[in-house]
Each structure stands twice: as C-alpha cells, then as structure tokens.
Nanobody, 117 residues
Framework: VQLQASGGGLVQPGGSLRLSCTAS????????MAWYRQVPGKQRELVATITSRGKTDYGDSVKGRFTITGDNTKNTVYLQMNSLEPEDTALYYC????????????WGQGTQVTVSS
C-alpha cells in the first residue's frame, strides 16, 4: 500500500487550500485517517483525525478553520484549510491505519504548505 498526498502550495494569509491523500494497492481496508504537520526543528503535530465511523477531532490551533473528510470509496482523505495563517506553514503528512494481513500505519510523502504575503 502507498499513500500519495497532493494539494500543497503557496497561499496568502486568509486564503484556502485543499489537501488530498489517496491510498493505492491491493486487498486493504482503511481504519483511521489523519493529517499531521511538521516544521523544521519541531515535533510533528497532529492536525486532524477522522475515524472509520466519521468521528473527527482537531488540534486546538486549527479548530474552526480546517475540516477533515474521508471518502472510503476513493480511499482518500481530504483536509480543507480555510483562513490560513503564516503559522500554518509546514510540511503536511497524511496518515492512514490500514488493514492488510496486519494492521499497520502508513504515511504519505508530505506536501508543503506555505502561507505568506
């Protein structure tokens, strides 16, 4: 199984971006999905999570601005980011808990989000 993330880029403060992450492979099912972010010199930070039943949770710094959704028919997780701030600048990673023969954690390659005027 591989995860491919996309959608990052440069945006002005107050702008919006939508990140996508799609899992590909054979004979797997997705449990939980999440987005994390990391800036150089700091620990990876949890941004948002969504369970297989659709329950969501968000980091305090993004509540009310970001929305995580999942589409199991497309094996894809999305992160809609609104009202972006310079502090949101980071490398964003998608995460999926995936069942094959085993239940394992999978990570995407990271997509850069830069918020700057």
């Amino acid at each position: 199984v591989q995860l491919q993330a996309s959608g990052g880029g440069l945006v002005q403060p107050g702008g919006s971006l939508r990140l996508s992450c799609t899992a590909s492979g054979s004979r797997f099912s997705i449990n939980d999905m999440a987005w994390y972010r990391q800036v150089p010199g700091k620990q990876r930070e949890l941004v948002a999570t969504i369970t297989s039943r659709g329950k969501t949770d968000y980091g305090d710094s993004v509540k009310g601005r970001f929305t995580i959704t999942g589409d199991n028919t497309k094996n894809t997780v999305y992160l809609q980011m609104n009202s972006l701030e310079p502090e949101d600048t980071a490398l964003y990673y998608c995460y999926m808990s995936i069942q094959t023969d085993f239940l394992l954690a999978y990570w995407g390659q990271g997509t850069q989000v830069t918020v700057s005027s």
